[in-house]
Structure formats: structure tokens, C-alpha cells
């Protein structure tokens, strides 16, 4: 995908890299389009894996002149990690104030 943001023309991909136990890690890409590149920055996601915050600053580093790169570190738990979690949060138990406090 080509992107002209903030003048800096930029291209992104997802890629699937080579894991040592045999699998493969998907990562998402971002690149300026005319590469004079000194420097890479890898992202790192947070626990909801690789979502449109952590592409978006991927993105901005790539607009600043850096081949950037975020990894799906949590690869091996599956594709939908994020629902897990997510219904994993709506269903904790919350703790309620005890009768005796005022």
C-alpha cells in the first residue's frame, strides 16, 4: 500500500518472517519510498497484538526516514488473541466494596 502522509511518501506490507521452531511470524512493514535508509526501528506491540495504534507508529517512523518493523510477538497464540483477552476482561469478577466500609 502507498501512503502520501505529512509529504513523505511511505509504503507498508504485512510479511511473514521464518521462525526457528518452524513457523512463521507475521510483521507489519512501513518503508519511506525512496529508501536512503541509515537506520531501522523495530516496534514493539502491546499486549493486542500488532492494531492500528502500533501500524500508525510504525507509519510515522517511516515517515521520519527509518525502515521500521512490527512483529506479531505473540504469533504463536493465535490470531485471535485479542478477543480472548478481551472477552477475558469483560468476564473478570470486579471487587465490590465490603459491607462494612462507609
Not at 31 to 46: C, D, I, S, W
Not at 56 to 64: D, F, L, P, Y
Request: charged share 20%; glycine share 6%.
Amino acid at each position: 500500500m502507498r501512503h502520501n502522509l505529512d509529504k513523505m511518501i511511505i509504503h507498508t506490507e504485512f510479511v511473514k518472517l521464518p521462525v526457528l521452531d518452524g513457523t512463521s511470524m507475521r510483521a507489519f512493514v512501513a518503508r519511506p519510498e525512496y529508501p536512503h535508509l541509515t537506520a531501522g526501528v523495530m516496534v514493539f506491540q502491546e499486549i493486542f497484538g500488532v492494531n492500528r495504534h502500533i501500524r500508525e507508529v510504525t507509519e510515522r517512523c517511516a515517515r521520519e526516514g527509518y525502515l521500521a518493523i512490527a512483529p506479531e510477538l505473540f504469533h504463536r497464540t493465535g490470531p485471535n488473541l485479542k478477543a480472548v483477552i478481551a472477552t477475558w476482561l469483560l468476564g473478570a469478577p470486579t471487587r465490590r466494596p465490603s459491607p462494612t466500609m462507609g
